[in-house]
């Protein structure tokens, strides 16, 4: 059984630069969902996905990011002009359903210098 | 709003011994989830447990337990003796999916250190 995978695993960028971010599910998951984790924090939830559609999107997502999910599968995530305060761990969860649990995958750790 | 407070921020035992990783959490409804992770030094969130709020049973598994108390909004976490690999920063998480809202909301974590 595969388990949720994201990439790249790390990321260095420059400021100023655009950078993405993928994700790919647990494969019978319809649901998607995006966070961001900094140094001694919590994950933070960003945004989610059921089948191809964002429901939901967080205040801390500002017009720099956005996100996809194409035919309800894989998801990106983007950053354009990339900031130092965008250093963080991206994780990337998945679910079957509203009320089950969601798995994780390895997280993309952004670094922006 | 939802909030969810892990007051421990790092807890360091002995090994074999038992240690409880406390969590209290506010929400506005009767119908909600809670969740514990394990975030060991590799990094991925792994799940250890999901309860919902009409479910007070106590549950235990193995060396861990858990103790949900909707009177005190308290979703406690318990090892029993612990060993060094249970070293890991544990989050509490909430979740309300009758509003909608189906993110989940982690506490900011407790670091735990078993000491060999």
């Known amino acids: 059984d595969t388990g949720v995978s994201q990439d790249p695993r790390h990321k260095i960028t420059k400021r100023g630069q655009n950078v993405t971010f993928r994700c790919d599910p647990i494969?019978?998951?319809?649901?998607l969902y995006w966070y961001r984790q900094t140094l001694g924090q919590g994950p933070e939830f960003l945004t989610y996905f059921q089948n191809e559609a964002q429901l939901e999107k967080s205040r801390l997502l500002s017009d720099r990011f956005s996100a996809e999910r194409p035919k309800g599968s894989f998801s990106t995530l983007e950053i354009q002009r990339t900031e130092q305060g965008d250093s963080a761990m991206y994780l990337c969860?998945?679910?079957?359903?509203?009320?089950?649990?969601?798995?994780f995958g390895p997280g993309t750790r952004l670094t922006v210098t | 709003a939802q909030k969810v407070t892990q007051a421990q921020t790092e807890i360091s035992v002995v090994e074999k011994e038992d240690v409880t990783l406390d969590c209290v959490y506010e929400?506005?409804?009767?119908?909600?989830?809670l969740f514990w992770y394990k975030q060991p030094p590799s990094g991925e969130l792994v799940f250890l447990i999901r309860?919902?709020?009409?479910?007070?049973q106590n549950e235990i598994s193995g060396r861990y337990s858990w103790n949900f108390q909707k009177s005190t909004s308290s979703f406690n976490f318990t090892i029993t003796a612990s060993q060094v690999v249970d070293s890991a920063v544990y989050f509490c998480a909430l979740s309300e999916p009758n509003f909608g809202n189906e993110k989940l909301t982690f506490g900011t974590g407790t670091r735990l250190t078993i000491i060999p």
């Open positions: 969860a998945s679910t079957r359903g509203e009320v089950y649990e969601q798995y």
């Open positions: 929400t506005r409804d009767t119908t909600y989830y």
């Open positions: 494969s019978e998951h319809n649901r």
């Open positions: 309860r919902n709020s009409f479910d007070e």
